[in-house]
């Protein structure tokens, strides 16, 4: 992993996602520009010393001749990184995953696309909402037909974040997602607009021909845009709308798409993504939910838990999980307090169960009489 | 680990979890009665072979002694079998986490609660729904007074797989949980009903003092209650109901709460587990989401992700990580196929993404004049 | 009308209702027993100062004899009286509309179902929710038998504006409604929970046969219950539970019922009453809504408008010609105001509308270029 | 009025809005261009056949001179005949209400403007959204500073009742609203759109100042524009967009409207007229709710009933008058059928209802022992 030293989010969810799966070891790295701080992650995360390099090319040098070697490159940094990063991974010949934009100009990426072609390595981008079940199951509708032709498509990224003049806090320069410098004035489109770009494609197949933009900045004293209006006219005649902002106040992260076709649309929203809302013409719409009966192979394929179960089930577990680590390194009298104090449930909250369950019972039994539920413990 | 061979969903959600927190390392177990079934899922999920157990006392009369033995025993068997196992742990000085119900007679219970508060040890039962950082909130807000009194609970927990009477296949024996011989006829109540009545105790910091209950059958031929319909009278005399179904007809996981006070209610729903919603008394309600600035310190510790991030954000990014690793062992040609017929964003992603971002700022610097986006891949 | 004087909400909803069905013409009434206040009730509202009565025995004397005396009797007076005016109604031979409930005694209920069926005049009780569209199609489903077998049913009338003692102000009498002498402890049941008792036996065709009860009061000082709980064994063995209340906090309206059947389940909520969801097994659910194809005939012929018309569609018409009359009234010079200020749309909205249109004719004509909207109006 | 004649659904629902308000009466019209269904219409609804005109010069020559003449005419025909029918009314002094667009072209619109303002008569256009509750509130909380400066606006009415080929019957010319000699290629917008765009107006208080447009058709055959993609700057520099459109499948009514100010934003959906979302910057989105304590006064005024009762609640009972009316006039037998079968609760129902009530009293007073309810009804 090249990035995501210890306060990164994204270097934290790629690991986290690489654990899930249980088919990828995080072996080695450079986590951070700063040396220091980039051992410090490693030692925090488990990574051999010896493998947290200081830089590409001692990492590749190195890793490339020892027997279990990196297979993968995970990259994770600002963009303007992304292509000297990519493309000495490539030619080293390792697999890269990479966060995007690809890069930050056309003639880079096109670049990485023929060297990437030239040495048959995999290389993915992580536009991670195409690895939501119920996307997959929106694109794997339209290409069944389920849709009919598709005629119409709005997008929207647009999240609330940039509301405020967040970027300036006085004596802390600039960041430089907000420094035009770096990213460019059309960070808003690079950021999160492409995400949306991407859904737009992966889901109808089709590509963006022309565009007609409109890009305005909406906070005083900030030097990139912060909201893009984009027209569109895709493949087939299709027509849509494409807005990305950082200034749509009070929007979480607000990442949306509908498509319309002839028979049917499909609406999908990343704050609720484990639902797609399928409206037939002339009929009432349905909800298809993750893990219902007859999804497709490819949404079926990414579903981890049966219907019901939203994906942050298996977080509600890793919460118990964490306290559980934190009771055992205190290692002793947590269980001893009264039960509803503790932070998890323990054996007194079984007691309680047990006997909820017997009361039940023997309520029933005597044709619903109210019967009484306490239990005594005596510590 | 004992119980979760391969084909357990249970087992497998409690791996997962382990590896997300990075805190655990899953090394010894017996995966299953068929010890022959208990070998396989070891060697599936990395277990030295000899570390996969035929038995309880074996496990702990080797583990004991070894110098890197383990530390917490992870019980996700049949319920019967929770009382002869757990006591077996904490005999031996080991931490536990158990499934519910804790046990299936309430003599076991104190029997196991006697237990762990003489040893010490931590013990641990996986109500898992008070982990959501939302339920967590629901608790502290009631703790810090936002409802004041708490009048009245409305909980239930009704699904829909129950509706059909899915335990009689031909030749088949009736599975476990629909055998009251092996569970008791009270398996709604024992099995989900106990997941709403944690939830009460866990949200209200009340104890359920009175019930007086209905159980029914709803499916000819089905020899357990599948409903249980109970009225509640909790400690401060507060009121309310639960309600355990398994044939609520079209129902996914229906696991839900309500709590009103005197100045405010709660309501919370398991099929939108990351949002709270709080209706105070002649006020416009509010939507409470993880992530929100201003949320408890409970709340907080659970959030592995900002506002407007899903708990299924990182499975998401696990969904693509799962393809790369195909990706990976079919070495190669995946990346060079027409992109749109690829299931994750490839390279040729990235080139059309930066495409669009360089027509948007064209077309914008042209007044919003339509701007090709075409870009020519030569492979 | 009996009752409904200026003031009462019930007696305009009333002379709403049959405004809208532009069948009936309100003629005469007693609208208060303060001879007063019904006179100046009845100036108000266009009655004949000839026909507003002192008292039910003068109506119906008076009116009995006139060519076009009265035909039907609309009675919302409170509980207790219910009973001698629809008495005296039917013994005249007159049709009665009769708010809910019947009447404060089984004895005096049974009384007025045996002169009806002697007299057989119609007998109208305004269990107003059976006459929304979904419920009835709803109602027609059950009758269909798309969801088989009905199993379970789940009513709620739980109303937050009981939550604080609004019945004690100093200096006044307790409202009637709050008082147990003059309509008993068990007003939620009469005032509230008999709404959601019809709409189980409406929607399922099933009578209640026993109920388990649990009544309480949780407003310091109140003399009436404020809250039930209520489990329920209906014909053919189904089940279920009906709530009432008027202490849960931050509920609006609160009615709501789901019926659980064999193959499907249906829901229905007062706070969104135009939509209905069906959940069949296994299958995604479905959002039925008013006017659209395909509903049944006892549905759609309670359908005023199109598919996507909420109700509240005409209503919005009628603000507009209600600030239409006021200005016709203030005679002349609204719509030479800014036309921002004007609360209703004035020829001046339409000059912009048109320029609106004309704009974005030229912009499509010039290829999307940027086209000013601006017109000047001297005034 | 002028136009309306049965079959019209428009003019049915300003019929009904009049009716509502109880502050007109209907008395002359011209109720089609086809006199012989015009008198019909007029019989049907009650107009004196005299004062159902053949033209609007008929009509001002008459009712001008008539003690009780009309004062308001109500324009619901074709667009292109406002003009001429507006302009004759208000050169007889008479106020108008005419349905929106104004006119068919821009220089009839200043034409009427002008005559307007020098006749200060009441010129009233039903761009009726504007007379719901919430969008008052909207306006008003947007004029009181609650979002801070205005920034972003995105509306849309996106229909999906043109998805098909709907105006193209054999033999039957194609109807007015499709041809583009009778009402402009840019039908949809001055049909639709031009409600989008006064609520843009109404609830900020902007103006748009420049649109860049795209006009598309995606059904075959099709002569008119059925899709609009508008983006928009409005006066002090807000950006937006406005989507209209008739091909958007599966959606049923489609006007939304979003609106992002500096500190907070607003949401409001046609689908759901009664509720209003507003998002705080960093705090938790409120939902607000006609009839909710706290509201403006401009909603307060528009607002007919309690909290939790939607405007369709009239129409509940409405429907059931329906039923009474037709019960009255088949006289008699309908409450002597088992009540189940009867469409409008009756005396049987109130008698359940009543022995409801009396059994939940006797089971509470049982401790809640299960008491059954019934009652027999010997007809």
Request: hydrophobic content about 40%.
């Amino acid at each position: 992993m090249i990035g995501g030293g210890i306060g990164s989010t994204i270097g934290e969810v790629h690991r986290s996602a690489m654990r899930l799966t249980d088919r990828f070891d995080l072996v080695a790295g450079i986590f951070s520009r700063n040396h220091k701080h980039s051992l410090h992650t490693g030692l925090q995360i488990g990574i051999d010393p010896n493998r947290t390099y200081a830089g590409i090319e001692e990492m590749i040098q190195l890793e490339t001749v020892r027997p279990d070697g990196v297979e993968l490159v995970v990259i994770v940094t600002p963009n303007e990184s992304h292509f000297p990063l990519a493309y000495a991974a490539i030619d080293a010949g390792l697999h890269v995953v990479c966060e995007k934009p690809l890069t930050a100009s056309l003639r880079d990426a096109l670049d990485l696309y023929k060297k990437t072609i030239a040495s048959r390595i995999v290389f993915g981008l992580t536009h991670n909402y195409s690895g939501y079940s119920m996307v997959r199951q929106a694109a794997a509708m339209v290409r069944e037909g389920s849709l009919g032709t598709v005629r119409l498509v709005q997008a929207e990224h647009a999240q609330g974040a940039g509301a405020l003049p967040v970027e300036f806090t006085e004596g802390i320069p600039v960041p430089w997602r907000s420094d035009p410098e770096q990213v460019g004035k059309e960070i808003v489109v690079a950021d999160i607009g492409t995400h949306a770009h991407h859904l737009i494609r992966f889901i109808t197949g089709q590509e963006v021909e022309e565009v007609s933009a409109d890009l305005s900045t909406h906070v005083k004293g900030r030097k990139v845009y912060d909201n893009a209006q984009i027209s569109l006219r895709l493949t087939n005649g299709s027509r849509g709308a494409l807005w990305a902002s950082r200034v749509a106040t009070g929007n979480e992260h607000g990442l949306r798409i509908r498509i319309f076709g002839e028979r049917a649309a499909l609406h999908w929203d990343h704050e609720d993504p484990e639902h797609l809302r399928f409206c037939p013409l002339d009929k009432p719409p349905l909800t298809l939910s993750k893990g219902q009966p007859g999804l497709s192979s490819a949404a079926q394929a990414t579903q981890r838990l049966r219907l019901g179960h939203p994906e942050g089930f298996i977080d509600s577990f890793a919460s118990l999980y964490h306290d559980f680590g934190d009771a055992i390194q205190d290692r002793g009298d947590r269980n001893s307090l009264p039960d509803l104090e503790s932070i998890f449930p323990t054996v007194v909250d079984g007691v309680y169960g047990v006997t909820f369950i017997e009361s039940v019972s023997r309520s029933h039994k005597a044709n619903g009489a109210w019967t009484e539920t306490s239990v005594s413990l005596d510590k």
